[in-house]
Protein backbone atom coordinates (compact mmCIF):
# COMPACT_ATOMS: atom_id res chain seq x y z
CA UNK A 1 0.00 0.00 0.00
CA UNK A 2 1.44 3.64 -0.91
CA UNK A 3 1.10 6.98 1.04
CA UNK A 4 -1.88 8.00 -1.16
CA UNK A 5 -3.45 4.80 -0.85
CA UNK A 6 -2.96 5.03 2.90
CA UNK A 7 -4.33 8.79 3.23
CA UNK A 8 -7.61 8.27 1.16
CA UNK A 9 -8.27 5.14 3.55
CA UNK A 10 -7.30 7.32 6.31
CA UNK A 11 -9.60 9.79 5.40
CA UNK A 12 -12.85 7.11 4.70
CA UNK A 13 -12.35 5.54 8.20
CA UNK A 14 -11.87 9.07 9.85
CA UNK A 15 -15.41 10.48 8.22
CA UNK A 16 -17.09 7.49 8.33
CA UNK A 17 -16.73 6.86 11.16
CA UNK A 18 -18.87 9.84 12.73
CA UNK A 19 -20.79 10.43 9.30
CA UNK A 20 -23.97 8.41 9.53
CA UNK A 21 -23.37 6.57 6.10
CA UNK A 22 -22.01 3.25 7.22
CA UNK A 23 -18.44 2.82 6.45
CA UNK A 24 -19.34 -0.92 6.36
CA UNK A 25 -21.54 -0.90 3.38
CA UNK A 26 -20.05 1.53 1.55
CA UNK A 27 -16.88 -0.62 1.73
CA UNK A 28 -19.04 -3.56 0.86
CA UNK A 29 -20.38 -1.63 -2.02
CA UNK A 30 -17.08 -0.47 -3.40
CA UNK A 31 -15.75 -4.21 -3.41
CA UNK A 32 -18.95 -5.20 -5.72
CA UNK A 33 -18.59 -2.24 -8.23
CA UNK A 34 -15.03 -1.73 -8.22
CA UNK A 35 -14.47 -5.71 -7.29
CA UNK A 36 -12.34 -6.76 -4.79
CA UNK A 37 -8.94 -6.39 -6.12
CA UNK A 38 -9.27 -2.63 -7.29
CA UNK A 39 -9.68 -1.70 -3.87
CA UNK A 40 -5.55 -2.24 -2.08
CA UNK A 41 -6.00 -4.68 0.65
CA UNK A 42 -5.69 -3.47 4.17
CA UNK A 43 -3.25 -5.13 6.58
CA UNK A 44 -4.64 -5.87 10.05
CA UNK A 45 -1.94 -3.63 11.30
CA UNK A 46 -2.71 -0.84 8.95
CA UNK A 47 -6.74 -1.02 10.00
CA UNK A 48 -5.35 -1.13 14.07
CA UNK A 49 -3.73 2.00 13.29
CA UNK A 50 -7.01 3.57 11.88
CA UNK A 51 -9.47 2.71 14.44
CA UNK A 52 -6.75 3.62 17.17
CA UNK A 53 -6.43 7.19 15.39
CA UNK A 54 -10.32 7.59 15.41
CA UNK A 55 -10.49 6.34 19.12
CA UNK A 56 -8.04 9.16 19.28
CA UNK A 57 -9.59 11.74 17.52
CA UNK A 58 -12.77 10.80 19.41
CA UNK A 59 -11.12 11.68 23.06
CA UNK A 60 -9.09 14.86 21.86
CA UNK A 61 -12.98 16.42 20.68
CA UNK A 62 -14.47 15.37 24.09
CA UNK A 63 -11.46 16.11 26.16
CA UNK A 64 -13.07 17.28 28.92
CA UNK A 65 -15.80 14.59 29.34
CA UNK A 66 -13.15 11.88 29.36
CA UNK A 67 -10.76 14.43 31.97
CA UNK A 68 -13.97 14.42 34.34
CA UNK A 69 -14.66 10.82 33.94
CA UNK A 70 -11.31 9.41 34.90
CA UNK A 71 -11.02 11.82 37.41
CA UNK A 72 -14.40 10.47 38.82
CA UNK A 73 -13.64 7.11 38.52
CA UNK A 74 -10.58 7.81 40.76
CA UNK A 75 -12.31 9.43 43.70
CA UNK A 76 -14.16 6.27 44.10
CA UNK A 77 -17.37 7.89 44.65
CA UNK A 78 -21.22 7.47 43.07
CA UNK A 79 -21.60 10.86 41.51
CA UNK A 80 -22.42 11.71 38.17
CA UNK A 81 -18.81 11.15 36.22
CA UNK A 82 -19.13 7.51 37.58
CA UNK A 83 -22.79 7.00 36.65
CA UNK A 84 -22.39 7.76 32.94
CA UNK A 85 -18.69 5.40 33.18
CA UNK A 86 -21.44 3.07 34.28
CA UNK A 87 -23.93 3.55 31.58
CA UNK A 88 -21.09 3.53 28.94
CA UNK A 89 -19.99 -0.03 30.35
CA UNK A 90 -23.94 -0.62 29.87
CA UNK A 91 -24.20 0.17 26.30
CA UNK A 92 -20.95 -2.06 25.30
CA UNK A 93 -22.31 -5.68 26.51
CA UNK A 94 -24.83 -6.11 23.21
CA UNK A 95 -22.40 -5.21 21.08
CA UNK A 96 -19.22 -7.13 23.01
CA UNK A 97 -21.28 -10.00 23.58
CA UNK A 98 -21.99 -10.32 19.19
CA UNK A 99 -18.25 -9.82 18.53
CA UNK A 100 -17.44 -11.91 21.39
CA UNK A 101 -19.54 -15.08 20.52
CA UNK A 102 -20.92 -14.51 17.15
CA UNK A 103 -17.68 -12.89 14.97
CA UNK A 104 -17.67 -15.93 12.37
CA UNK A 105 -21.48 -15.49 12.00
CA UNK A 106 -21.39 -11.90 11.11
CA UNK A 107 -18.53 -12.07 8.83
CA UNK A 108 -21.08 -14.00 6.75
CA UNK A 109 -22.47 -10.70 6.18
CA UNK A 110 -19.70 -8.99 4.78
CA UNK A 111 -19.36 -11.30 1.51
CA UNK A 112 -20.39 -9.16 -1.03
CA UNK A 113 -24.45 -9.70 0.56
CA UNK A 114 -25.21 -6.17 -1.43
CA UNK A 115 -29.01 -6.19 -1.41
CA UNK A 116 -28.74 -7.12 2.40
CA UNK A 117 -26.26 -3.61 2.31
CA UNK A 118 -29.39 -1.67 0.47
CA UNK A 119 -31.91 -2.71 2.85
CA UNK A 120 -29.93 -2.07 5.86
CA UNK A 121 -28.83 1.46 4.50
CA UNK A 122 -32.55 2.56 4.07
CA UNK A 123 -33.66 1.26 7.56
CA UNK A 124 -30.30 3.45 8.35
CA UNK A 125 -32.14 6.50 6.65
CA UNK A 126 -35.29 5.69 7.98
CA UNK A 127 -33.74 5.59 11.31
CA UNK A 128 -32.64 9.14 10.50
CA UNK A 129 -35.38 10.78 9.66
CA UNK A 130 -36.96 9.92 12.03
CA UNK A 131 -34.60 11.42 14.32
CA UNK A 132 -34.60 14.41 12.54
CA UNK A 133 -38.97 14.82 12.98
CA UNK A 134 -38.34 13.71 17.22
CA UNK A 135 -39.61 16.40 19.55
CA UNK A 136 -36.69 18.02 21.06
CA UNK A 137 -36.40 17.25 24.96
CA UNK A 138 -33.50 17.93 27.65
CA UNK A 139 -33.60 14.30 28.93
CA UNK A 140 -30.29 12.94 30.05
CA UNK A 141 -29.02 9.00 29.57
CA UNK A 142 -30.56 6.54 31.74
CA UNK A 143 -29.11 3.13 32.26
CA UNK A 144 -32.48 1.38 30.59
CA UNK A 145 -31.81 3.73 27.66
CA UNK A 146 -28.51 3.10 27.44
CA UNK A 147 -28.51 -0.34 27.15
CA UNK A 148 -31.04 0.25 24.02
CA UNK A 149 -29.00 2.32 23.02
CA UNK A 150 -25.99 -0.61 23.50
CA UNK A 151 -28.63 -2.88 21.67
CA UNK A 152 -28.37 -0.06 18.53
CA UNK A 153 -24.82 -0.15 18.25
CA UNK A 154 -24.52 -4.35 18.38
CA UNK A 155 -27.34 -3.82 15.34
CA UNK A 156 -25.03 -1.82 14.04
CA UNK A 157 -22.30 -4.21 12.82
CA UNK A 158 -24.23 -5.04 10.01
CA UNK A 159 -23.11 -3.69 7.07
CA UNK A 160 -25.10 -0.96 5.85
CA UNK A 161 -26.43 0.05 9.47
CA UNK A 162 -24.73 3.38 10.41
CA UNK A 163 -23.44 2.92 13.79
CA UNK A 164 -23.07 6.80 14.59
CA UNK A 165 -26.60 6.65 12.63
CA UNK A 166 -28.36 4.12 14.73
CA UNK A 167 -27.04 4.85 18.27
CA UNK A 168 -27.53 8.66 17.99
CA UNK A 169 -31.38 8.17 16.12
CA UNK A 170 -32.14 5.42 18.94
CA UNK A 171 -30.84 8.28 21.36
CA UNK A 172 -33.11 11.13 20.09
CA UNK A 173 -36.13 8.84 19.67
CA UNK A 174 -36.18 7.51 23.21
CA UNK A 175 -36.54 11.47 24.01
CA UNK A 176 -32.82 11.86 25.28
CA UNK A 177 -31.54 15.73 24.24
CA UNK A 178 -29.93 15.80 20.96
CA UNK A 179 -26.40 16.92 21.93
CA UNK A 180 -26.39 14.83 24.65
CA UNK A 181 -27.24 11.73 22.37
CA UNK A 182 -24.52 12.39 20.00
CA UNK A 183 -22.16 12.82 23.23
CA UNK A 184 -23.04 9.59 24.31
CA UNK A 185 -22.92 7.82 20.72
CA UNK A 186 -19.24 8.97 20.51
CA UNK A 187 -17.75 8.33 23.74
CA UNK A 188 -19.40 4.60 24.38
CA UNK A 189 -17.21 3.33 20.70
CA UNK A 190 -14.48 4.39 22.44
CA UNK A 191 -13.86 1.20 24.69
CA UNK A 192 -15.12 -0.81 21.78
CA UNK A 193 -12.75 0.56 19.70
CA UNK A 194 -9.41 0.08 21.94
CA UNK A 195 -10.65 -3.30 23.03
CA UNK A 196 -10.73 -4.25 19.51
CA UNK A 197 -7.59 -2.85 18.85
CA UNK A 198 -6.25 -4.49 21.83
CA UNK A 199 -7.27 -7.95 20.43
CA UNK A 200 -6.01 -7.81 17.12
CA UNK A 201 -2.36 -6.81 18.95
CA UNK A 202 -2.85 -9.13 21.38
CA UNK A 203 -4.39 -11.86 18.43
CA UNK A 204 -0.49 -12.60 17.07
CA UNK A 205 -1.67 -12.34 13.34
CA UNK A 206 0.24 -8.41 13.21
CA UNK A 207 3.08 -8.77 10.43
CA UNK A 208 4.93 -5.48 10.54
CA UNK A 209 7.54 -4.52 7.97
CA UNK A 210 9.68 -1.07 8.25
CA UNK A 211 8.78 0.05 4.69
CA UNK A 212 5.54 0.50 6.19
CA UNK A 213 5.85 3.48 8.35
CA UNK A 214 5.76 6.05 5.93
CA UNK A 215 2.22 4.77 4.58
CA UNK A 216 1.23 3.67 8.53
CA UNK A 217 1.53 7.64 9.80
CA UNK A 218 0.06 9.50 6.79
CA UNK A 219 -2.72 7.13 7.34
CA UNK A 220 -3.12 7.57 11.05
CA UNK A 221 -3.12 11.81 10.73
CA UNK A 222 -5.27 11.33 7.65
CA UNK A 223 -7.92 9.50 10.08
CA UNK A 224 -7.07 11.53 13.17
CA UNK A 225 -7.91 14.86 11.44
CA UNK A 226 -10.73 13.55 9.46
CA UNK A 227 -12.26 12.21 12.98
CA UNK A 228 -11.83 15.59 14.44
CA UNK A 229 -13.54 17.12 11.73
CA UNK A 230 -16.44 14.59 11.35
CA UNK A 231 -16.70 14.60 15.16
CA UNK A 232 -17.31 17.87 15.42
CA UNK A 233 -19.48 18.37 12.65
CA UNK A 234 -21.65 15.48 13.62
CA UNK A 235 -22.89 17.20 16.78
CA UNK A 236 -23.62 20.51 15.23
CA UNK A 237 -25.99 18.88 12.84
CA UNK A 238 -27.71 16.40 15.36
CA UNK A 239 -28.20 19.66 17.56
CA UNK A 240 -29.48 21.79 14.37
CA UNK A 241 -31.64 18.77 13.18
CA UNK A 242 -30.16 18.80 10.11
CA UNK A 243 -29.65 14.23 9.70
CA UNK A 244 -32.19 14.20 7.08
CA UNK A 245 -29.32 15.28 4.40
CA UNK A 246 -27.96 11.61 5.29
CA UNK A 247 -31.40 9.82 5.36
CA UNK A 248 -31.91 11.49 1.58
CA UNK A 249 -28.42 10.26 0.75
CA UNK A 250 -28.61 6.49 2.39
CA UNK A 251 -32.05 6.09 0.91
CA UNK A 252 -30.84 6.93 -2.35
CA UNK A 253 -27.58 4.86 -2.01
CA UNK A 254 -29.42 1.66 -0.95
CA UNK A 255 -31.78 1.74 -3.71
CA UNK A 256 -29.14 1.85 -6.09
CA UNK A 257 -27.37 -0.80 -3.88
CA UNK A 258 -30.34 -2.89 -4.42
CA UNK A 259 -30.91 -2.52 -7.81
CA UNK A 260 -27.17 -2.90 -8.99
CA UNK A 261 -28.11 -6.52 -6.87
CA UNK A 262 -30.68 -7.57 -8.76
CA UNK A 263 -30.56 -6.23 -12.21
CA UNK A 264 -26.23 -5.82 -12.13
Request: proline share 2%.
Amino acid sequence: MDTIDAIILGIIQGLTEFLPVSSSGHLELGKAILGDNSIPEESLLFTVVLHFATALSTIVVFRKDVWDIIKGLFQFKWNEETQFSAKIVLSMVPAALVGFLLEDFMEVFFDGAIIIVGIMLIITAILLYLADMARTTEKGVSYRSAFIIGMAQMVAMLPGISRSGATISTSVLLGIDKTKSARFSFLMVVPLILGKVAKDILSGDISFESTQIGAMGAGFVAAFIAGMAACTWMIKLVRQSKLTYFAIYCLIIGLIAIGWSIWG
